[in-house]
């Protein structure tokens, strides 16, 4: 199972960016999907995340989550950057079932991708 995040860069404070997030391989459900983000000398903190049944899309101030539940895939909005938004952004994944179908609980994180805003 692999994520591949894109849609990280240099943006403008004030401006806005779009993450994009999709998970492949051998998946046969998907409970959550979200993001977390770690700023420079900051511990890694969660962003949103969107479970199975909350809807396409969820929205927490400057911070919107949708989720694409046929294409495995995740995006975060954030508008209205601010220099405190600079971060590693990295994309996640839980699931019940295993690669095998093993029952448990699995977690899968993409690579991150990089935001750095400009003030």
């Known amino acids: 199972v692999q994520l591949q995040a894109s849609g990280g860069g240099l943006v403008q404070a004030g401006g806005s960016l779009r993450l994009s997030c999709t998970a492949s391989g051998t998946i046969f459900s998907i409970d959550v999907m979200g993001w977390y983000r770690r700023a420079p000398g900051r511990q890694r903190e969660l962003v949103l995340d969107i479970p199975n049944g909350s809807g396409t899309e969820l929205v927490a101030g400057r911070f919107t989550i949708s989720r694409d539940y046929a294409k495995k895939s995740v995006y975060l909005q954030v508008d209205n950057l601010k220099a405190e938004d600079t971060a590693v952004y990295y994309c996640?994944?839980?699931?019940?079932?295993?690669?095998?179908?093993?029952?448990?609980?699995?977690?899968?994180w993409g690579q991150g991708t990089q935001v750095t805003v400009s003030s």
């Open positions: 996640y994944m839980k699931t019940r079932y295993g690669p095998l179908g093993q029952v448990g609980m699995f977690e899968y």
